[in-house]
């Protein structure tokens, strides 16, 4: 780093860490949403079944913060798509 540069202050993520899944607890729920997303040409909108179901898979093992479905972009009552093998 140059003696003259200003140092950049880092900021912590807005919802604490995120520990990432080194014991591959949720490893199916996110080989099942990976899946869908190349089956669907990566729209998420037709897999949103599976990556809800990898997130609850992650709250319920600790891995994230547990929050309420609305404030991560879902309504309660997501319908599950399973056309496709998804």
Known sequence: ???????????PPL????PLDHEGECKEEIKKFMKCLEQH?????ECRHASKAYLQC???KNL????EWWKLGYRD???D???NGC
């Open 1 to 11: 780093m140059a003696i003259n540069q200003p140092r950049v202050k880092q900021r």
């Open 15 to 18: 919802k604490g860490s995120f």
């Open 41 to 45: 040409d990566s729209n998420h909108g």
């Open 58 to 60: 992650r709250m319920d």
């Open 64 to 67: 994230m913060t547990k929050e």
């Open 77 to 79: 009552n997501v319908v």
């Open 81 to 83: 798509n399973k056309q």
